[in-house]
Each structure stands twice: as C-alpha cells, then as structure tokens.
C-alpha cells in the first residue's frame, strides 16, 4: 500500500523494474499483488465467563471501516484501483515469504 501511494504522486518518475532472471536465481519469490483485503483484530468479551476471543473484522473499504469506527484505518490501506494497480507493475515486486525458504519474510521493490 505504501509503495502503491509513493508511486502514485511521484506521478510517473517512479518505475517498478522486472527482477533480473541472472540475480539470485534460487532465490523463492512470489510476485507482488494488486488486490488483498485488509482486516483488524476485534476482541468478543464473553459475558458469562472472563475469557475474551480475538477475532479478525474484514474491511471491504475504507468507508465501511471508518463508519464501523476501525481504529488506524488509513486509506492506503486498501488497493488501488484496477487501471491504477496495472499502470505501476506490481507484480514485479516480490515477496519472501518465511515458510518457502525457512528464512524471514521481506517484501522486496
């Protein structure tokens, strides 16, 4: 989502470059998305006990979170639009993730 918003108002003098194929090349990545959805935690207290459950809330929108009062909710946390996600690549960017290669997750531009 930052990116996305970067790239945007840098209006065009930002490029996301394809990976080189020579670079790294054992190296398991996964290509960038453009969509994903965006949830926070919302903790159920249970009246009739003192346990509580944390639960995820997913956001369609960024509307639809400020009006259920989801706190932190930022727009830039939601996608950008179809034309917008396509016009800046994402999918050139890559993603590490911990269980491919027993390492950390980063998420490389």
């Given at each position: 989502?930052?990116?996305?918003?970067?790239?945007?108002?840098?209006?065009?003098?930002?490029?996301?470059?394809?990976?080189?194929?020579?670079?790294?090349?054992?190296?398991?990545?996964?290509?960038?998305?453009?969509?994903?959805?965006?949830?926070s935690?919302?903790?159920?207290?249970?009246?009739?006990?003192?346990?509580?459950?944390?639960?995820?809330?997913?956001?369609?929108?960024?509307?639809?979170?400020?009006?259920?009062?989801?706190?932190?909710?930022?727009?830039?946390?939601?996608?950008?639009?179809p034309?917008?996600?396509?016009?800046?690549?994402?999918?050139?960017?890559s993603?590490?993730?911990?269980?491919?290669?027993?390492?950390?997750?980063?998420?490389?531009?």
């Open positions: 989502a930052l990116l996305t918003r970067s790239a945007h108002f840098a209006s065009g003098s930002v490029h996301i470059e394809p990976w080189p194929d020579d670079v790294l090349p054992q190296l398991m990545r996964r290509p960038g998305v453009s969509t994903w959805r965006v949830a935690h919302e903790t159920i207290d249970d009246d009739n006990t003192s346990d509580s459950e944390v639960r995820l809330r997913w956001y369609s929108s960024y509307d639809c979170a400020k009006a259920a009062n989801m706190p932190h909710a930022v727009d830039t946390l939601w996608p950008p639009p034309e917008l996600a396509m016009s800046l690549h994402l999918e050139r960017c993603r590490l993730l911990h269980h491919d290669q027993d390492s950390g997750g980063f998420f490389i531009a």
